[in-house]
């Protein structure tokens, strides 16, 4: 008799949860909360999100959007112009790799100081390779914490894409610093990974105090960063900061040759609100959300560093220019010098671009206790 009463009960229990289940995933089907509910019991559970978990499988594939071939001169488009107007609506992708825990959980996120996102295609591997050696290492820095994150996409189609998706589930698995979620990593597509990591951000590592957003081919001092941030006055992360390569006073290219072609079709003013150079530029954790909240509304534009800028015009904030930050390169005083002198590389905060060779040696030689500069930096 006991023992069918514990069975009744078990199954009742069971249909219940499974009713609750059916209920919660129809209740909220049509909204964006729905995916964030699925994701924490997720990371209550504690199980790794595989191909295989439900919430991959909940989304259905976002459709194209047909009507856009009925846009004004749809037709003599570039392609990967008329790809990206297809698409442009589609901003949520299955996660194949996350790591809900890099920042130690929503609350403990304060503990991380200085977050690194870096933008990487899977077939990057030698550059993250350095890069984990190198400026992106993990560390206690002045006593306080910098953690590193990679973001992609996936790429090519077939046995290669998932060679490539393997590739990046091992690395994972060794390192836990890549999220990847299922949409091509294409230079178009690059606004869309800024948007999803700043979703995953708001729901796993939101009060982290400041993030560096950059590129894989970068040299970035982040010793001097934190530094840098640390000697920032009334700023712990929560009040607003974005800085870096500032550019202002441009507008969309319209030459269809160009690799950043916008055509009216995509963004009608002749200017761009000011923004940083998507190299690399530093940002306060307060500053990423409300440049998540204000992206909801703003229909995306394929130029990722641009985007941030409109997302910050419209909070009514802006981007100021740090001197330190090079994403155009140094600029030498003369063409005898060695363009690789450790010393022009010791003061600055970042410089574009370096090959992983490059970046390995230079990390070297500016923490080369031995290294005497007596020349002065190099001038922008
Ligand atoms: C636009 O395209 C869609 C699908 O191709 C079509 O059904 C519709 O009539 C067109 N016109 C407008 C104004 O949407
Ligand atoms: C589809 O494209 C048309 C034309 O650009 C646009 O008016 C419409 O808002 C788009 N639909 C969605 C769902 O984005
Ligand atoms: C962005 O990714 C989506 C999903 O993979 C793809 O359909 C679309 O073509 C991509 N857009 C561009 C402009 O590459
Ligand atoms: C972002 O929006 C949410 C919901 O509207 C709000 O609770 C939050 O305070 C906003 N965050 C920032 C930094 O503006």
Redesign the pocket.
């Known amino acids: 008799m006991r023992k069918f009463k514990a069975k009744t009960l078990l199954l009742a229990a069971a249909v219940g949860l499974l009713i609750l289940h059916l209920f919660k995933d129809f209740s909220d089907s049509k909204t964006l909360q729905h995916n964030f509910d699925v994701r924490e019991d997720q990371v209550q559970l504690r199980q790794p999100i595989t191909k295989s978990s439900s919430y991959v499988y909940s989304w259905t594939r976002c459709q194209q959007n047909?009507?856009a071939?009925?846009i004004t001169g749809f037709s003599s488009l570039p392609g990967n112009i008329k790809d990206f107007l297809y698409y442009r609506h589609c901003r949520h992708f299955p996660m194949l790799l996350d790591v809900p825990e890099k920042c130690g959980g929503a609350e403990k996120s304060a503990e991380v100081f200085l977050l690194l996102v870096i933008k990487s295609s899977p077939v990057n591997y030698d550059r993250r390779e350095v890069l984990r050696k190198t400026w992106a290492k993990e560390r206690l820095h002045n006593g306080v914490w910098i953690r590193r994150i990679f973001i992609s996409g996936t790429m090519d189609s077939g046995f290669e894409k998932e060679r490539l998706n393997k590739l990046l589930e091992y690395e994972k698995s060794e390192y836990n610093d890549i999220l990847q979620w299922d949409f091509s990593d294409t230079f178009y597509n690059l606004t869309l990974k800024q948007i999803l990591f700043l979703e995953w951000m708001e729901r796993n590592c939101p009060k982290a105090r400041f993030l560096f957003n950059g590129d894989d081919d970068v040299f970035a001092n982040t010793d001097n960063m934190v530094e840098y941030l640390q000697n920032l006055k009334d700023n712990n992360g929560n009040k607003h900061l974005f800085t870096g390569h500032l550019i202002h006073y441009v507008g969309p290219i319209r030459d269809p040759g160009s690799k950043y072609f916008i055509p009216v079709q995509v963004y009608e003013s002749d200017s761009y609100p000011p923004y940083c150079g998507g190299g690399g530029f530093l940002l306060s954790g307060y500053t990423a959300l409300v440049i998540y909240n204000m992206s909801q509304s703003i229909t995306i534009l394929p130029i990722d560093d641009v985007y941030m800028g409109m997302c910050m015009a419209k909070a009514g904030l802006g981007p100021v220019a740090h001197i330190a930050v090079r994403t155009a390169g140094l600029h030498l005083p003369s063409k005898t010098l060695d363009a690789y002198d450790p010393c022009y590389y010791r003061d600055i905060l970042l410089v574009h671009r370096f090959l992983p060779i490059q970046i390995y040696q230079m990390w070297h030689r500016i923490h080369d206790p031995n290294l005497i500069c007596t020349k002065q930096p190099a001038d922008g």
């Open positions: 047909t009507s071939s009925n």
